[in-house]
């Protein structure tokens, strides 16, 4: 086994690592109840399809026509564009103090509407493209909603395991994603540098900060609900797009496009998603002195 197949070998076992770990933690500590409370606002629901499946999708489109791209990063950002319901939103929510539980009823909504949208609709956006249903849905099963359904099940018969196993799986969980992070800046380092002469670093900048933005025009006034709607919204599916960009670009600069997006997504949405944290709790004491001189 060579350097590179070692390094690739950890960032793969990490990544699962961290979604089934962080799957199990936000089940260990929510209720069904809390999950599909949100899910309630028809309105809301509404908001974050238009804004995954509809205006998401039409910013790659326009931004594919704005920049100069090889015709394989063109495909691999449409592909991006397509694919929502990320299993990094729950952490990323947790680290913006936003509303978890409906960070992860929504994340299982768009990775629901994710299987049926991009078999329909890819096609039509890139012809000769198949995508097997099945193939994006097992994957998203198995390691994300079989652990998230583990965890609500314990936290609903046995609450005091529940309260034990809930903090362990969640630095399980940070651990492996800074192990991720790492060995996948590390392995793509030549990819994105690569990028950079192509244009193909500033599409994914403008990609993520307009989905970002179309998030949070869209996710009302609430800050916890807004900050949700912006970091799911901005944080694509990158498991589906891996799936479908190997399955039918296996051997083009797509893949490595992709792989080149998911890291850069961390790198600009976890900082992000902390800033904003940081003004959430500098906000609350804020909130809690007017009350009481009001009172």
Request: proline fraction near 5%; include cysteine.
């Amino acid at each position: 086994m060579t350097l590179d197949q070692f390094f690739t070998a950890i960032a793969q076992l990490s990544g699962l690592l961290f979604i089934v770990t962080s799957m199990l933690a936000m089940g260990l500590s929510l209720t069904v109840a809390q999950i599909l409370a949100p899910l309630k606002n028809m309105r809301l629901v509404l908001m974050a399809l238009l804004a995954n499946f509809v205006l998401v999708p039409l910013l790659a489109l326009l931004i594919t026509r704005l920049i100069p791209l090889e015709q394989s990063l063109q495909i691999g950002l449409i592909v991006l564009g397509c694919a929502a319901g990320a299993p990094f939103l729950p952490k990323l929510v947790q680290g913006a103090k936003g509303n978890v539980a409906f960070g992860v009823g929504l994340m299982v909504l768009l990775m629901v509407v994710t299987i049926i949208y991009l078999p329909l609709v890819l096609p039509l956006l890139l012809p000769g493209v198949s995508v097997n249903p099945w193939d994006i849905a097992k994957s998203l099963i198995v390691l994300m909603l079989i652990p998230l359904a583990m965890g609500l099940l314990i936290k609903t018969h046995w609450s005091e395991d529940a309260a034990h196993w809930q903090p362990l799986m969640n630095k399980v969980s940070s651990i492996a994603m800074l192990l991720l992070l790492v060995t996948g800046l590390g392995l793509n380092l030549s990819n994105i540098i690569s990028l950079i002469g192509s244009l193909g670093i500033l599409a994914l900048l403008l990609f993520i900060a307009g989905s970002l933005l179309i998030g949070f025009l869209l996710g009302g006034r609430d800050p916890g609900v807004r900050s949700v709607m912006g970091l799911g919204t901005a944080q694509r599916n990158v498991s589906a797009a891996i799936l479908v960009s190997a399955q039918n670009f296996a051997g083009t600069p797509t893949l490595s496009f992709v792989l080149v997006a998911a890291i850069l997504l961390l790198l600009i949405l976890l900082p992000t998603a902390r800033r904003m944290g940081g003004r959430s709790q500098a906000a609350a004491p804020t909130v809690a002195t007017g009350g009481a001189k009001a009172s």
